[in-house]
């Protein structure tokens, strides 16, 4: 059987984490959470950022190394380097090179994230590409006529999932502080809490807030349960990300059946493509004009019934069986 035992590896809200028990469930693989449990010799996957595997990116290398000469391992890559990481870039990348160096095999969830590896990380081994997986959410459905009323009468334009720099919640308020300008009584809610060591940024942005007059609704993490009827219950969805990784909130919008404004880039424009009608895509300049746009047309918040999200679960699982199943018969070879 060429389903690898999975290592997982982070705490269980991480979302690389979930995203591992998510794939290991579907492919029927066995999951450890300790390196120590694993037998020499046996294959391994790992999804991974480098600070699910330590805190420190020299660190997260060597200990992927040493995991790597122990069994026949491969590799899901989140959150590549990129030039948004600032002063930790160019060490990112030697971290990621040395991983895919060692690993047997690597995959990332976009085009562009591979074409980002093959540029900066010189690869050994040829990577593939699994999208993340679109789960369709039970109550995630076609709107009722009623639903898309109390959204926008919420008038909220929402911004989900851990807030840090980069994700767009500054931009979100900037935008909403000028359709208030220009006489919309539009407010502001941000559906999630503050990244692990990012309190002060959220703080920071409350402040902004109250400097521009603009209503600001924080809701803390959103527990499993109450997400739908949280994304469902805004009036305009912001996905506005200045990086370019793949992104899991996005997904989360999608599968509670919401049509999301999303920042312009290389992945919002490979996301337009892999899932044709999903996203609306602006520039920076364009973000007020498109908030006013989705305003004045709240069905255009929403998909459109019928709308094909796939790759979803089932997908993505026989992309990843597939995958191992190549690599089991290269070995064999």
């Not at 059987?1 to 979930?18: E, F, I």
């Not at 060692?102 to 085009?111: F, H, L, P, V």
């Given at each position: 059987?060429?389903?690898?035992?999975?290592?997982?590896?982070?705490?269980?809200?991480?979302?690389?984490?979930?995203c591992a028990r998510d794939v290991a469930g579907r492919v029927g693989a066995r999951v450890v959470t300790d390196a120590a449990d694993l037998r020499p010799g046996e294959r391994v996957h790992l999804h991974l950022t480098d600070r699910v595997v330590a805190d420190d990116l020299d660190t997260a290398a060597r200990e992927v190394e040493a995991l790597a000469a122990r069994v026949r391992l491969t590799v899901t890559l989140h959150d590549v380097p990129q030039p948004t990481d600032g002063r930790a870039f160019d060490r990112r990348v030697d971290c990621y090179r040395r991983?895919?160096?060692?690993?047997?095999?690597?995959?990332?969830?976009?085009?562009?994230?591979r074409a980002g590896v093959e540029e900066r990380c010189a690869p050994p081994t040829a990577g593939v590409v699994v999208p993340l997986p679109v789960v369709p959410a039970p109550g995630g459905g076609a709107p009722t006529a009623a639903e898309v009323a109390t959204a926008a009468a919420d008038a909220a334009v929402a911004v989900f999932g851990f807030v840090y720099p980069g994700k767009g919640h500054a931009e979100a308020l900037e935008a909403v502080a000028a359709l208030r300008a220009g006489g919309r009584e539009v407010t502001a809610a941000f559906l999630g809490a503050p990244a692990p060591g990012h309190a002060q940024d959220l703080d920071a942005l409350v402040r902004r807030a109250a400097d521009l007059g603009v209503p600001l609704r924080v809701t803390g993490a959103v527990p499993d349960d109450e997400l739908v009827a949280a994304l469902r219950g805004v009036a305009v969805a912001v996905v506005g990300h200045r990086n370019v990784s793949a992104s899991g909130s996005l997904n989360s919008w999608l599968a509670a059946g919401r049509r999301p404004l999303v920042r312009d880039g290389a992945y919002a424009r490979e996301m337009a493509g892999l899932r044709p009608g999903t996203v609306v895509t602006y520039r920076d300049d364009d973000l007020v004009p498109a908030l006013a746009a989705a305003l004045d047309d709240p069905a255009a918040t929403w998909l459109a019934p019928g709308t094909d999200l796939r790759p979803g679960p089932d997908e993505v699982a026989a992309a990843y069986r597939a995958w191992w199943d190549r690599l089991a018969e290269d070995d064999v070879a």
């Open positions: 059987m060429s389903v690898p035992t999975h290592l997982v590896l982070g705490g269980p809200d991480h979302g690389v984490a979930r991983v895919v160096a060692a690993a047997g095999g690597w995959a990332t969830n976009s085009e562009h994230e």
